[in-house]
């Protein structure tokens, strides 16, 4: 079993940054593909970012691509999201989400992660 507890959100400007952290528990991290997604008040949860375990693939959703940057620090058992440039449609509860396996093709999917954080806000005023 993982724990993920997610933290960094808040309420900022638009055009400002954020940096969100997801804390794992649990001795195999670093073999976790992990993911950052969103969910928008009367919204569906829609997939933001994408990294495998050794980190050498990412993927990211268009609607974030050049703002928002995924990192992770296995010796920590954490995964950041530093979101620069935000807007008000990136207004949403972000969560992080663990893969066992590593990376699969339902990477963007909720349908490829099998443990869940609790979620953090992030509201962006115009």
């Known amino acids: 079993q993982v724990q993920l507890v997610e933290s960094g959100g808040g309420l900022v400007q638009a055009g400002d940054s954020l940096r969100l952290s997801c804390a794992a528990s649990?001795?195999?991290?670093?073999?976790?593909?992990m993911g950052w997604f969103r969910q928008a008040p009367g919204k569906e949860r829609e997939f933001v970012v994408a990294?495998?375990?050794?980190?050498?693939?990412?993927e990211y959703a268009d609607s974030v691509k050049g703002r928002f940057t995924i990192s992770r620090d296995n010796a920590k058992n954490t995964v950041y999201l530093q979101m620069n440039s935000l807007k008000p449609e990136d207004t949403a509860v972000y969560y992080c989400?663990?893969?066992?396996?590593?990376?699969?093709?339902?990477?963007?999917?909720?349908?490829?992660?099998?443990?869940w954080g609790q979620g953090t806000q992030v509201t962006v005023s115009s």
């Open positions: 989400a663990a893969d066992r396996a590593g990376w699969s093709r339902l990477y963007g999917s909720t349908d490829g992660y099998d443990y």
């Open positions: 649990g001795r195999t991290f670093s073999s976790y593909g």
């Open positions: 990294i495998s375990g050794s980190g050498t693939r990412i």
